[in-house]
């Protein structure tokens, strides 16, 4: 039992909801299996999973936080897939019989993850009742979470949608002393995101800088903690 009470007495140490999750996920896995994990460190902007490569790993996220870059039918770059609640990645090819990765995950801030071939991953839950369960309920709350969010993203305007990318942004990305972030996207970046022409975002800026809901300093968009709270109320 050693291994297992010492994956379980490291997972206490996280927060209550992860803990909460994993502690039962895990409830059931016999020791030998946990020996099947790899521990490792990935650096924040490093990748974890590639888009197109093959699917063959499966990872349990211990410390840090990811992000997840998508491409829509159109090219563009779509990154508002929200991972805050997604504590195990690469395994939603799987459950999908996909071969490949179908995103790309790279890590957020340093990360701490267990590492499992996906074999030997999907082998256990066909064994485990209790993780399948867990792990597919997880699964279906996040898809319907963006599915939501993907019908009412698709009827935003301009505005809306750079609004909306500037509140994830400011949530999950590190703040100055001052409680400000800086927003490093170029313009073009910014248009491929948001999936409307560069000239249209241009026009956005300037008119949420005399609104005084940004500030733009050497080409670079300002996000303060009140003007943060000024994008949620008009986004509600």
């Known amino acids: 039992m050693k291994a297992k009470e010492q994956l379980l007495n490291l997972i206490s140490k996280k927060e209550h909801e992860k803990h909460q999750y994993l502690s039962e996920f895990f409830k059931y896995m016999p020791d030998n299996m946990i020996e099947e994990f790899h ?3 990935v650096k924040k902007n490093e990748k974890i999973l590639l888009a197109g490569e093959t699917a063959k790993d499966v990872y349990i996220l211990l410390d ?3 992000k997840g870059i998508d491409y829509n039918e159109a090219g563009c770059v779509y990154s508002f897939i929200d991972f805050s609640k997604m504590y195990i990645l690469g395994d939603f090819e799987f459950f999908s019989d996909r071969t490949e990765y179908m995103i790309s995950i790279y890590a957020k801030q340093d990360c701490k993850l267990l590492r499992i071939s996906a074999g030997r991953y999907m082998k256990w839950l066909n ?11 997880n699964v279906m709350e996040i898809l319907t979470a963006e599915r939501m969010v993907d019908r009412k993203y698709l009827r935003m305007s301009c505005r809306e949608r750079l609004i909306y990318y500037l509140i994830i942004f400011y949530e999950n990305n590190e703040k100055h002393s001052s409680g400000n972030v800086t927003i490093s996207d170029t313009q073009n970046e910014l248009a491929d995101k948001v999936g409307f022409n560069i000239r249209s975002v241009q026009r956005v800026i300037a008119t949420l800088e005399e609104e005084d809901l ?3 300093r050497n080409r670079k968009m300002m996000l303060s903690y009140d003007q943060y709270l000024k994008l949620i109320n008009e986004m509600n």
């Open 39 to 41: 521990y490792l460190e």
């Open 127 to 137: 064994h485990d009742e209790n993780a399948l369960y867990m792990r597919l309920k």
């Open 64 to 66: 840090g936080k990811v």
């Open 214 to 216: 940004i500030a733009v």
